[in-house]
């Protein structure tokens, strides 16, 4: 008899404001540890939180993005453990009336679309980072305390890895045309949770397990794959899974049990006593919601109505950001949707693959592609010149015009010059002009390959060819 896996999602999502959500320090990643640290994120006893309004409104666009309900009076809960990367030994979080409720985002998985839902979004402040050194000891860094943070947690609809990984694309999509978390896994922006039960078809749940260090889509596959047949061979053996929180570690490809799974009244919860709760009335809501931006999906529908773009050209424009707002810059610039569109989806992203560049790291100056568009748009270089340019743009933020100078690029379209060096060819290639008369269509592109030839390579290949077929009558 076959098995079902029931999957529920949390994810973290660190937000992209400047300051962190209870004081005024920077979120910026990085710096020396312990920099970007005051007293009241540190935890100090007396002072006294503020919050970010920017933090509410994030999670108001991301709430109506998601459909979901928005709380309009909302509040703060103290969840209480003690851990060392916790200076206060509490979180702020949310449990009782969380931001945003019964939300959903649809998916598409094996040309099938499938909704899944969004139970809450709350909330919270990042804790701090321990570092584990075997010489030397644990070392604390609380430069991300305080930082904020939504907790995006689903209903437990998925039923396969692909799913997941198609909701965390969609999620991850969705946050970056927000413009509200940078969505880097490697710098811990994103980080996800996965619980995971199996279960005969038709019977209740089964204790589940919360899979965690997942910091990249391949890990979380991996981990996914890895823990349902851990739990299958377990039942199956005759044995029993335990609630339990269990770390990956993608290096083995294997998970280990971390602690036993707590449940919210391990937590103590109970209402933030520092912080007022939060009135959210429909102006407010309106005002968010009259400024969402055009996101993926859209993007997509327009490119492909108004540009006639193909399915695949857009879904590589749109598949991140950064990619699209290059897109729509360089379309703007040059007035060539299309052919702006055949450069990003095919040089750029040659050059991106054979440098791992990835989307969110590509750093490439529009007006400096827009000069060389417009050049070729116009017949002054030829395609081989135009991805050299490219090449040398993209590689080492080379002055195209210039790089097109020096190496004496720019294609010769004058008649005279053309109509010289056609000459000179026929003359030097009689036989080719005689196969030529007599039917063989294989030798006019001979004739024009000697006249580019003769040329460098620089004479432009329309005026050749009809100056060509001038001559030869």
């Not at 679309?113 to 644990?138: C, N, V, Y």
């Not at 061979?233 to 990956?248: A, V």
């Not at 749109?318 to 569109?341: C, R, V």
Request: charged residues 30%; contains cysteine.
């Amino acid at each position: 008899m076959n098995w079902e896996v029931v999957m529920g999602v949390e994810v973290h999502a660190e937000l992209s404001t400047k300051s962190k959500i209870f004081c005024g320090c920077t979120t910026s990643f990085g710096g020396q540890p312990n920099t970007h640290v005051c007293p009241v994120c540190a935890g100090m006893p007396g002072v006294l939180p503020r919050l970010n309004k920017a933090v509410v409104e994030y999670a108001i666009k991301l709430g109506l993005t998601l459909d979901c309900e928005i709380t309009r009076l909302c509040r703060f809960d103290r969840k209480n453990y003690f851990y060392p990367d916790l200076p206060k030994a509490y979180q702020v979080s949310q449990l009782y009336l969380p931001i945003c409720r019964n939300g959903n985002i649809e998916i598409t998985v094996g040309g099938e679309k499938k909704k899944i839902g969004i139970r809450e979004i709350h909330m919270e402040e990042d804790a701090g980072k321990l570092t584990h050194d075997p010489q030397s000891g644990t070392h604390m860094d609380f430069n991300r305390c305080g930082v904020p943070l939504l907790e995006i947690v689903t209903e437990p609809d998925f039923r396969s890895g692909e799913e997941v990984l198609a909701y965390l694309e969609q999620l991850r999509e969705t946050l970056l045309y927000l413009d509200i978390c940078d969505c880097k896994m490697q710098e811990g922006s994103l980080r996800a949770d996965v619980n995971i039960s199996v279960r005969r078809p038709g019977e209740e749940l089964g204790i589940r397990t919360e899979m965690k260090n997942l910091n990249s889509f391949k890990a979380i596959g991996r981990a996914i794959e890895y823990e349902t047949g851990r739990q299958i061979k377990t039942l199956e053996n005759g044995g029993h899974i335990t609630q339990e929180t269990r770390r990956w570690d993608d290096e083995k490809g294997e998970s280990y049990s971390m602690r036993s799974k707590e449940n919210a009244q391990d937590y103590r919860y109970f209402p933030e006593p520092d912080l007022l709760p939060i009135k959210i009335d429909d102006r407010w809501i309106e005002g968010i919601r009259s400024d969402l931006p055009e996101l993926a999906h859209q993007k997509r529908e327009r490119y492909m109505r108004d540009y006639a773009l193909s399915e695949y050209e857009t879904s590589v424009l749109t598949g991140h950001k950064s990619i699209s707002d290059l897109f729509e810059d360089l379309s703007n610039q040059t007035g060539e949707p299309t052919e702006s569109a055949h450069l990003i989806t095919g040089v750029i992203m040659q050059l991106m693959n054979s440098t791992a560049t990835l989307p969110e790291d590509l750093n490439i100056d529009s007006k400096k592609l827009s000069y060389l568009v417009s050049l070729v748009v116009a017949g002054k270089i030829n395609r081989g010149a135009y991805k050299d340019a490219i090449e040398a743009v993209f590689t080492d933020d080379t002055d195209p015009e210039k790089y097109i100078a020096d190496n004496g690029l720019m294609m010769v379209s004058d008649d005279r010059i053309v109509s010289e060096t056609v000459d000179i060819v026929l003359a030097d290639n009689a036989d080719a002009v005689s196969d030529y008369h007599s039917g063989k269509d294989r030798a006019f592109g001979f004739l024009i390959g000697q006249v580019m030839k003769r040329m460098g390579g620089s004479g432009n290949p329309n005026i050749a060819r009809e100056i060509l077929r001038d001559r030869l009558g």
